[in-house]
């Protein structure tokens, strides 16, 4: 079995986020992490491999420096990095960076490809599923167990209160959720060998079947009108009422709401 899994390098958000003139974010100047969503993937495609022998190539798309979350999976257990990068593919939005994903993957043999629901930078969900749609491969969306039968996956699929079963035959791609499972340490051994380890880099002309119009920054229909860092709430307002007088106030303030 093959397994491909698309991870992405992410600003870590606690260190608060910056962005360049034109609205993108400004990922070289901000300490960068694996996606969560897309490391419970990369679990369960090592799980898998553990269970059945699979070969599990990571693929990332971004700036130079995301080659560290490929040699981070790499020491959790991945055989193989691929890194797209390209000044032509900068500021793609989902449907430019599904499109770089796919004309990468048009290069790989596989029978499963793993991304993570979305990512904390964008919440967008979508690029998993696009993905899926320019390989027209099934696609099982919001994973929360996965299982292999002979050729088909099997996967338990979150919804509100309880899940679906669904079965699709192989080659399928699934969007994992972070609570999917708890992501492997990396080994002091694996991280030696990772360090080490050859990361394959692509650019524009590893890409198959795709056309320019697509890419990068001139290739994204999603226009950016505003952007900016979390806004702070106020203080708020400050009352000191007897229970009665408080509960008042506050039965009338959610009913101003129409929360009550």
Not at 52 to 60: N, W
Not at 61 to 89: H, N
Not at 137 to 165: C, M, N, T, W
Request: net charge negative; proline share 4%; with cysteine.
């Amino acid at each position: 079995m093959k397994i491909v899994v698309c991870v992405k390098q992410v600003p870590d958000t606690k260190g608060g986020v910056q962005f360049n003139p034109d609205g993108t974010l400004n990922r070289a100047a901000m300490l960068a992490i694996m996606n969560p969503d897309d490391k419970a993937g990369l679990e369960a495609a090592l799980r898998l491999k553990d269970q059945y022998g699979a070969e599990v190539t990571v693929v990332t798309m971004g700036l130079p420096k995301a080659a560290d979350v490929l040699r981070e999976a790499l020491a959790m257990g991945a055989d193989k990095g691929i890194l797209v990068t390209d000044r032509v593919l900068g500021g793609a939005d989902t449907w430019a960076t599904s499109t770089t994903l796919a004309g990468a993957i048009r290069n790989l043999d596989y029978d499963l490809i793993i991304t993570g629901r979305q990512a904390i930078d964008g919440d967008t969900a979508q690029v998993g599923p696009q993905i899926s749609e320019h390989l027209g491969l099934p696609v099982i969306s919001y994973a929360q167990k996965i299982e292999i039968d002979g050729d088909y996956v099997i996967v338990q699929r979150q919804f509100e209160d309880r899940y679906h079963v669904l079965k699709a035959k192989m080659p399928c791609l699934i969007t994992a959720l972070s609570e999917l499972n708890e992501p492997r340490y990396m080994t002091p051994g694996g991280i030696f060998d990772a360090c080490d380890a050859e990361i394959t880099t692509w650019g524009r002309a590893d890409l198959k079947d795709v056309d320019d119009s697509n890419l990068g920054l001139k290739g994204s229909p999603t226009k950016i009108a505003k952007a900016s860092d979390k806004v702070r709430k106020g203080a708020g307002e400050h009352f000191v009422l007897d229970p009665e007088a408080g509960a008042a106030y506050i039965t009338e303030k959610l009913t101003e709401k129409h929360i009550i």
